[in-house]
């Protein structure tokens, strides 16, 4: 256990930073975002995020994350990689899709933290799932704190 005066100065340290702005979004994403439009680019992924028919556990799960925004989703289907070069111009503010969170591309994206293992109810079979993660664009480390603290309250993995 720490000691109390170890937890007061983590949490003087927390509040000085978010005194300061900090995290913050180079290209304001969280403000943008907020009672406005989220940019979300779908990888198809049965279960997870079905592209033509817009529906899925992950495609819920930022359903829920952009009511938290007061955002509504505006989607985008097409393939992974045309979907994460979008989102390394900035063209997209997040992309879904059973994203492994090991994906290649963590070298031109930020990559929430990864989902819990999981296990789900596929039609007809119960299938293994690796750990996902959504990605979004680098540097955007506000956004990424959102990101990461609505996937932690809200176990966005669980179909």
Request: aromatic residues 6%; proline residues 9%; negative net charge.
């Amino acid at each position: 256990m720490r000691p109390p005066h170890a937890i007061a100065a983590g949490l003087a340290i927390l509040l000085a930073l978010a005194g300061c702005g900090l995290p913050h979004d180079p290209d304001g994403t969280t403000a943008r975002v907020a009672g406005a439009t989220l940019r979300v680019g779908v990888v198809h992924a049965p279960g997870w995020s079905d592209g033509p028919g817009l529906s899925g556990a992950e495609l819920d799960a930022v359903r829920r994350f952009a009511a938290s925004l007061d955002a509504e989703p505006a989607w985008t289907v097409a393939g992974e990689s045309q979907l994460m070069q979008a989102l390394a111009r900035r063209e997209l503010d997040l992309v879904v899709g059973a994203i492994p969170a090991d994906t290649p591309w963590n070298a031109h994206v930020a990559v929430s933290r990864p989902y819990p293992a999981t296990r789900y109810a596929a039609p007809g079979a119960e299938i293994a799932v690796a750990e996902h993660a959504w990605t979004l664009p680098a540097g955007e480390n506000r956004f990424l704190v959102t990101v990461e603290a609505f996937l932690e309250r809200d176990g966005a993995s669980a179909p």
